[in-house]
């Protein structure tokens, strides 16, 4: 049997992007190209958003929440629950993002009438099974999230964690994440996304030899966003004319600018805003720096990879499970400004390094985490749950 038709849930998504909501977009819309009925589920968390939105040709519903915190979670639970009960016919899966709220809903919405499939997001201080420690009911969502017919861990150290979290063990999935494999770069493709940018925005424009690096993720803590602030202070007296790129949105916002204008870097690091497509800032970057603390499977660094970009990243589990230091990319310690300004600087300087390590981390993109791939890997196990699912039913 298929399971034909799925929705999608995810409680942020465009304009509010990151990596497991750009995920979600892209797996959603692959999918559809792989024959499925797909429906998009998130909230609407401005009033002026319109309720409803095609992505690609993936509808999209926004379902209705507050601004308040805690009675904002609470009705868009409600909503998610309205809605997945009443739509019951139209869909054969439910797909969730994160191990969270929307889990939660989706389960009272849907146990024992459709299969429910969870992916988790994270590891570490800021993956979902540290949240479920943490947050108040973390624990009682943690124990409904065991109930899902399965749960996606899309890297090892994920996997482990919903291990010693308690999850069982038949019904954890290791699927990595994939990405859309862009055309190969070349000076003329890198020529006109520069030129798409700059008409954006004047603050796009770059000068026809100036270099530009970027870091794309949500701007957190946890990211290593103070550091690699910090860092460009001695990138620019090596690489006067390399420029920096922090493209997303979060919480260290404010804080950041502020870190920047002390730094007087204020015309050598620009905050760009999100964008639910970075395919065109990669294609116009030069190098891509990554100075997280801890991840799981980083889809910005795999889109880094797949663009064909040499990467400077930190020396953590989550990254050495796509790239190799001196093979693929070169890797620093977590908080060390010194060290990955030095690496940064290098690449630069360096161009048949820069092109060397690009090389490989493409090839290792196309060969193991194109999205088709990924998706079509995603598809098979909801298929394979779903026929379960329904021979359940027969024999109940």
Not at 109 to 135: F, N, Y
Not at 355 to 364: D, G, I, K, P, T
Request: charged share 25%; aromatic share 8%; net charge positive.
């Amino acid at each position: 049997m298929i399971a034909a038709r799925l929705v999608c849930v995810t409680r942020r998504f465009w304009p509010l992007v990151g990596g497991a909501e750009r995920f979600m977009g892209e797996f959603a819309v692959e999918a559809q190209r792989q024959g499925r009925s797909t429906t998009l589920l998130t909230a609407r968390w401005e009033p002026s958003w319109p309720s409803s939105l095609t992505y690609r040709e993936v509808p999209v519903i926004r379902l209705p929440q507050f601004r308040a915190r805690f009675v904002g979670t609470l009705v868009y639970m409600a909503a998610l629950r309205r809605w997945l009960r009443r739509h019951q016919s139209t869909y054969d899966l439910v797909f969730v993002s994160l191990l969270k709220h929307d889990a939660v809903a989706a389960h009272w919405a849907v146990k024992g009438r459709r299969p429910l499939v969870l992916i988790a997001e994270g590891s570490g201080s800021t993956g979902d099974c540290a949240w479920q420690e943490q947050a108040v009911l973390g624990m009682w969502i943690r124990r409904i999230c065991y109930r899902a017919d399965a749960v996606i861990a899309p890297s090892r150290e994920i996997q482990e964690e919903l291990l010693q979290a308690g999850y069982p063990p038949q019904k954890i999935h290791y699927l990595p994440h994939g990405v859309k494999i862009p055309p190969e770069r070349t000076p003329e493709r890198r020529y006109q996304a520069r030129q798409s940018l700059a008409a954006l925005h004047p603050r796009f424009h770059l000068q026809p030899d100036e270099k530009l690096a970027v870091f794309v993720g949500r701007l957190h803590l946890g990211k290593g966003l103070r550091e690699l602030v910090e860092a460009w202070k001695l990138v620019v007296q090596r690489c006067p004319n390399l420029r920096l790129w922090l493209v997303g949105e979060g919480p260290m916002e404010t804080e950041l600018l502020r870190q920047i204008e002390a730094a007087k870097l204020h015309s050598r690091v620009v905050l760009t805003g999100s964008f639910d497509d970075v395919g065109e800032i990669l294609q116009a970057a030069d190098l891509f720096v990554f100075p997280s603390h801890r991840e799981g499977m980083s889809l910005a660094l795999l889109e880094a990879m797949a663009a064909g970009l040499p990467i400077v990243a930190t020396d953590i589990p989550g990254n050495r499970a796509l790239v190799q230091n001196d093979e693929s990319a070169l890797l620093v310690p977590v908080d060390s400004p010194k060290e990955l300004a030095g690496a940064v600087a290098r690449l630069a300087e360096n161009r048949e390094l820069a092109e060397r390590l690009a090389q490989r981390a493409r090839f290792v993109a196309v060969m193991h985490f194109s999205l088709e791939e990924t998706v079509r890997r995603h598809l098979e196990l909801f298929d394979q749950i779903y026929t379960q699912f329904m021979k359940n039913v027969q024999i109940g």
